[in-house]
T-cell receptor
Framework: DGGITQSPKYLFRKEGQNVTLSCEQN?????MYWYRQDPGQGLRLIYY???????QKGDIAEGYSVSREKKESFPLTVTSAQKNPTAFYLC?????????????FGPGTRLTVL | SQKIEQNSEALNIQEGKTATLTCNYT??????LQWYRQDPGRGPVFLLL?????KEKRKERLKVTFDTTLKQSLFHITASQPADSATYLC???????????FGSGTRLQVQP
């Protein structure tokens, strides 16, 4: 069964703690992305990676960090420096990063900071 | 600055009617435009891609148009059904980086 998975589905964190969100894909895609979605808002790009061991900042990278050590994995760490981390986080992958490449999304992780 | 605009107000229509959603963009010169569907609490799902040299693209009850002069795409759902109720997002390739930029989406509500 090919697809993209995210875990956990719900995550609660105390203020001041770092937390890592998992994203795995078995689609053999080169490109992977992290988005943040706030209620009633669109998707905002946090980080993206076109190839293993390389990634770029998106529009709202401050307070977040990523790694891309394996093609199938792109974990996102929400650090304590992120001022308002409560949101719905979506991971996606695509064959490459071209405009013709459609993105496949995971089910999302809802992070709540207590 | 680059901007993608979709009507933030929900669109409410009766079952069986045609729904038309709009995506306007500024300061982009996209070669492609994509539409996605998102259900509450879930990730978006790809629906259609249209190229700049394609004026219209169809898939079952869906139709997308792309007018690069007006800088606008229209997304139509004919014979709409309550199951079509969702948020619909348009997306463009950001020319400065190899990544899509999404509009904020329009929520469609089809009343039975």
């Amino acid at each position: 069964d090919g697809g993209i998975t995210q875990s956990p589905k719900y995550l609660f964190r105390k203020e001041g703690q770092n937390v890592t969100l998992s994203c795995e894909q078995n689609l053999n895609h080169d490109a992977m992305y992290w988005y943040r979605q706030d209620p009633g808002q669109g998707l905002r790009l946090i980080y993206y990676s076109q190839i293993v061991n390389d990634f770029q900042k998106g529009d709202i990278a401050e307070g977040y960090s990523v790694s891309r050590e394996k093609k199938e994995s792109f974990p996102l760490t929400v650090t304590s420096a992120q001022k308002n981390p409560t949101a719905f986080y979506l991971c996606a992958s695509s064959r490459g990063g071209q405009g013709t490449d459609t993105q496949y999304f995971g089910p999302g992780t809802r992070l709540t900071v207590l | 600055s680059q901007k993608i605009e979709q009507n933030s107000e929900a669109l409410n229509i009766q079952e069986g009617k045609t729904a038309t959603l709009t995506c306007n963009y500024t300061n982009y010169s996209p070669a492609y435009l994509q539409w996605y569907r998102q259900d509450p609490g879930r990730g978006p799902v790809f629906l259609l891609l249209i190229r700049e040299n394609e004026k219209e693209k169809r898939k079952e009850r869906l139709k997308v148009t792309f007018d690069t002069t007006l800088k606008q795409s229209l997304f139509h759902i004919t014979a709409s059904q309550p199951a079509d109720s969702a948020t619909y997002l348009c997306a463009l390739e950001d020319t400065g980086r190899r990544a899509l930029t999404f509009g904020s989406g329009t929520r469609l509500q089809v009343q039975p």
